[in-house]
């Protein structure tokens, strides 16, 4: 079988359209749907169909995704013999991140990436754990940073571990006293919403029998820092990001009441099945950066299997 079919089965796949596979590829869309008439043909299958103004595959097209893409990767690492240039490449790449994770690392890695070269460039996706397996194998993200688990086989490193406290302003009579479980549960809380890492919190307190609605829930942790400041709202934190706010703010950290383990903060890559040289450049910038700013050397780690979270 000719492989460019496959690569070509592989954009639309990930583009979910012709165009964006045509585009992809650097082909007219004419191209792409001659390349997957050849195909349907070879497999006796449709492959695609349309919804909306989207293509989607058929239940074979994703039996067959996992295994062109293990398949192609393979193949391509071992023919390529042209390691990435950076300082002579346009390549731009694709990093999902929480609030959380563009505060600590972001800088870190655009003033890597635009020293190695000046026509490169960096998006950035909001971090959907949810969707986050799917927006891996599809490709639409080169690597993302995650604390929770994403199933699915893919090659991943631990960055660091995170502990969580309470954050309260300096005033706050929880402060200075005494802060066990039923005050903590008791308080008014301030909670934001999306950080994967509050799931564990949730769950600890519940097994302690559970607190009330927040008071306020916010869609960014920026808005903390003022808002505990002038009131007597607590907030459970990531430490690194408490300790900063600290030191600008007159704010304390109070160590937790109940035991909870240190969320791990993993980065996910997505398989090298194109330009994979490149990512591979992209992955060990990440890895650099989040080195240098959290002081923890990036272990790789066992990937989370599809239905073993």
């Not at 690194?240 to 950290?253: C, E, I, T």
Request: charged share 20%.
């Amino acid at each position: 079988m000719d492989l460019n079919l496959l690569r070509t089965f592989m954009a639309v796949y990930e583009a979910r359209s012709l165009t964006g596979a045509a585009s992809a590829l650097h082909v007219t869309q004419s191209a792409v749907s001659q390349a997957m008439s050849r195909l349907r043909r070879d497999v006796a299958d449709q492959l695609f169909y349309r919804s909306g103004r989207v293509m989607l595959p058929t239940p074979y097209a994703q039996e067959l995704f996992p295994v062109v893409r293990d398949a192609l990767g393979r193949i391509e690492n071992a023919v390529s013999a042209q390691a990435f240039d950076p300082a002579a490449s346009g390549r731009r790449f694709r990093i999902a991140l929480s609030e959380l994770g563009e505060m600590h690392w972001l800088a870190g890695i655009v003033e890597r990436v635009c020293a190695a070269g000046p026509g490169l460039s960096v998006d950035v996706l909001k971090l959907d754990p949810t969707s986050m397996a799917d927006t891996l194998a599809r490709g639409v993200v080169d690597v993302a940073i995650n604390s929770a688990n994403v199933p699915g086989g893919f090659q991943t490193w631990t960055l660091k571990y995170e502990r969580y406290v309470v954050l309260m302003a300096a005033g706050n009579p929880l402060a200075t006293g005494e802060l066990d479980m039923d005050a903590y549960r008791s308080a008014p809380h301030a909670v934001v919403t999306g950080e994967s890492g509050h799931v564990n919190i949730e769950r600890a307190v519940e097994a302690h029998g559970g607190a009330g609605d927040p008071v306020a829930v916010l869609n960014h942790f920026a808005a903390l820092p003022a808002m505990l400041s002038a009131t007597n709202l607590i907030a459970t934190m990531p430490q690194s990001l408490s300790a900063l706010w600290v030191r600008d703010w007159p704010l304390v950290m109070r160590d937790l009441p109940f035991a909870l383990d240190p969320v791990q903060v993993r980065l996910y890559m997505r398989s090298a099945h194109q330009e994979a040289s490149s990512l591979l450049w992209f992955r060990d910038v990440v890895l650099a950066a989040t080195e240098a700013e959290s002081g923890f050397a990036p272990v790789p780690s066992e990937p989370a299997l599809p239905g073993h979270p």
